[in-house]
């Protein structure tokens, strides 16, 4: 049979490489600038631009999209052209792609820090952002599909599956999710309020996790770690049934991360009994990955290619075993809000992510620009640098989850809450976050040194862009007895229409009866919309980044209610354009703040946290008592609302800049009363104005009353 001769494209793959050692560096140092913020607050530098609550996504988007991102990418375009034996179907759209993304980052980069963020975790880029992803998607798609099309190779080997899958998945997730009005150029609203916008928030942060970090991955697991070893994949049959019911699976499992919040409950207990399956398909992955290196056990202690994959793959294993168990609710009713939860998600960012990038890249440089790697010995120092910076990263927040945790449910004897005061727990953990972040300069350092030794390997090599193949051309001919996946695998366009409704079932099952079933959100009559002035504050709150640090979501739990209030209810959200549930507890819960101190309370603790809150590691917020509030487009907002269902009359949208200025005016009065001087139009009034709305529309039940309503006498809730 004639060969044909072509060639592979290495520019690109040079071009995703070097992106991803740059980004690694910048995502990396703004996450050990953050971490250190948490134990030294005059890192914020009273600044707008460099606060915990704005760099805070700067960070999980740098080191998500651009640095793991730009990876998975030059990993694909490696691997894929070398399984197809095909160069990429376009080498304009692999260029497109690779600035497209670039410049996506780049708007991040400059938009976030400025405070123009939709909230919503892992995909808080504003509209014109959202639509420049799409069309980048869409063109990685196309080359993706047009190099599968025209492969030389009958067989689409199972790194192509995964492929396939995270492209379908991605753009599906990132459409659902991104449903939004614009008001201006910068600023939108989500078509969906409250408990739904929950549930599609967590449907698609959950599976961004499974088909962005996840899924290609494990395509680059399945190349990269049997050309490393030089050792053909440990089972075939294995392979099948890891993706098809990963991918299933998968979809289903996004609930979990709202157990007991107002979520109805059968669509908890989906997200629960899925996330449970979930580790049969991905301990299947993982051992199949780690049984590829039988044989090759002793390569493994002197290859530093090696030791970073199998602690990639192992690291994988003990994040893909803790998510489900995290996603019982007894378990999670200790976790959830706690510090327990970033340290279950950087073992799988730092250890499967980084490592098995930091694999890959040892790997193909070298190989792109033909000489051997600078220094072994640098790369296992590296190694040994990341392993030891993942322990001191992780364990400390272990502990402190289980610190934040007891302290906020522990009682005394006489039934009161031990540790009423959130600061109490607060201040016990500092120790904890000066580890961590000791544990994220150490994992720093081991970037440095592995970019000092790429960049010395490259120097001393010759780059080669257009790598010469060759290989027969795509025969026609279909051999009788194949098994039916191998038949499949033939039929690209097929394969990925079945992958595409394999991951639509879960979603949808879930979706749908929460959007359609009215009953599922029970209305409340005394919930009201936003005051023009709250709405103002509530999007004060949203760009400052207040979210990623306080809860709005008080669970049924004892603990709770004592603490901060009647426990939430799925009716008190329906009109919040996005939700603001949050994920986690730095601040205490803020859901039933309003009215529980006075406005010149929160005058002060927004100019100086540690006034009226001593030790505490809130940065100030000065800019909010210097900047005014734009009061130009109130009445749009009020419109936009309207069309998203918020019941606004025309008299209140018309007179919504009068309204805004009434409710302002009381609020620099009641300032006034204790010496604060402040103008009405001043951020800071507007933000106060939503802070003392929160929690108000429903009466907070004393302890009486709730004994009453479970048919308690008095003598017995005494």
């Known amino acids: 049979m004639e060969l044909q001769k072509f060639s592979y494209d290495n520019r690109i793959v040079k071009l995703f490489s070097i992106a991803t050692v740059v980004w690694g560096l910048v995502g990396m140092l703004v996450g050990l600038i953050i971490a250190t913020q948490l134990f030294v607050p005059a890192l914020n530098f009273g600044v707008a631009y460099t606060t915990f609550g704005r760099i805070r996504p700067l960070h999980t988007n740098a080191v998500i999209f651009a640095f793991v991102g730009n990876a998975l990418f030059a990993g694909i375009y490696y691997s894929m052209q070398r399984l197809l034996k095909a160069r990429m179907f376009s080498d304009a759209l692999s260029s497109i792609h690779f600035w497209g993304w670039q410049l996506i980052i780049v708007a991040a980069a400059v938009t976030l820090p400025l405070g123009l963020t939709t909230s919503h975790e892992y995909a808080e880029l504003e509209w014109p952002i959202d639509i420049a992803i799409t069309l980048i998607w869409v063109v990685f798609g196309i080359n993706m599909i047009g190099t599968i099309i025209k492969r030389r190779e009958k067989h689409m080997y199972v790194a192509i599956w995964f492929y396939i899958s995270t492209f379908v998945t991605v753009a599906v997730l990132h459409i659902v999710n991104s449903f939004e009005v614009p008001l201006s150029l910068f600023k939108s609203y989500y078509v969906y309020a409250g408990v739904q916008d929950a549930l599609v928030q967590w449907w698609y942060g959950h599976n961004a996790v499974a088909f962005f970090l996840t899924t290609p991955f494990l395509g680059l697991m399945y190349y990269f770690i049997p050309k490393a070893s030089n050792r053909p994949v440990y089972s075939y049959k294995l392979s099948i049934i890891h993706f098809w019911s990963l991918i299933f699976i998968y979809i289903w499992a996004g609930p979990h991360h709202l157990l007991y919040s107002a979520l109805p409950d059968w669509v908890q207990s989906l997200g629960t009994v899925f996330s449970i399956m979930l580790i049969a398909p991905s301990w299947g992955g993982m051992l199949n990955g780690l049984l590829t290196l039988r044989g090759a056990w002793d390569r493994v202690r002197e290859d530093a290619v090696l030791k ?383 802070l003392q709305r929160l929690g108000t529309d429903i009466k907070n039940k004393s302890a009486e009353e709730m004994a009453d309503d479970a048919g308690l006498s008095d003598a017995a809730a005494q």
């Open 308 to 690: 970073f994959m199998v602690v990639a793959v192992t690291a994988y294993g003990m994040a893909t075993f803790e998510g489900p168990m995290l996603s019982l609710k007894n378990v999670n009713a200790i976790a959830h809000f706690t510090d327990w939860i970033p340290a279950h998600v950087h073992v799988g960012a730092l250890g499967w992510n980084g490592f098995l990038t930091f694999g890959m890249l040892y790997y193909l440089i070298p190989k792109m620009w033909r000489t051997e790697l600078h220094s072994k010995k640098l790369a296992n120092v590296h190694f040994w640098l990341g392993t030891t910076g993942i322990m001191f990263y992780a364990l400390p927040m272990y502990f402190g989850g289980f610190v934040q945790s007891m302290m906020w449910k522990q009682f005394t004897p006489d039934g009161y809450l031990q540790y009423p005061n959130f600061l109490e727990t607060v201040v016990q953990l500092i120790p904890m976050y000066a580890l961590r972040a000791l544990g994220g300069l150490l994992y720093f350092i081991g970037v440095i040194v592995m970019t000092y030794n790429l960049l010395k390997t490259a120097g001393a090599g010759s780059f080669l862009a257009d790598e010469p193949a060759e290989a027969p051309a795509l025969s026609p001919v279909n051999h009788p007895g194949e098994k039916w996946h191998s038949v499949l695998e033939r039929k690209p366009v097929t394969f990925t229409v079945l992958a595409l409704v394999a991951i639509l079932i879960g979603g949808a099952i879930e979706m749908v009866p929460t959007f359609l079933i009215k009953n599922n959100i029970p209305t409340i009559s005394s919930v009201k919309p936003y005051t023009p002035l709250e709405l103002v504050g509530r999007d004060l709150y949203i760009r400052e980044g207040c979210v990623n640090c306080h809860s709005q979501m008080v669970r049924p739990f004892r603990s709770e209610t004592e603490r901060y209030g009647e426990y939430s209810k799925a009716g008190e959200f329906v009109y919040d354009h996005p939700f603001l549930w949050g994920s986690k507890r730095t601040g205490p819960d803020l859901h039933r703040v309003g009215g529980k101190y006075p406005d010149s309370w929160h005058y002060n603790h927004m100019l100086d946290p540690t006034t009226m809150s001593p030790g505490s590691i809130m940065p100030s917020y000065p800019w909010l008592f210097d900047q005014t509030i734009d009061a130009t487009n109130i009445a749009a907002k009020l419109e936009i609302m309207r069309k998203l269902g918020v019941p606004y009359s025309d008299d209140a949208v018309a007179t919504a800049p009068e309204n805004m200025k009434t409710q302002a005016n009381g609020i620099v009065q009641s300032l006034a009363k204790d010496k604060i001087q402040v103008n009405a139009d001043a951020e800071i009034v507007a933000l106060i104005a939503y």
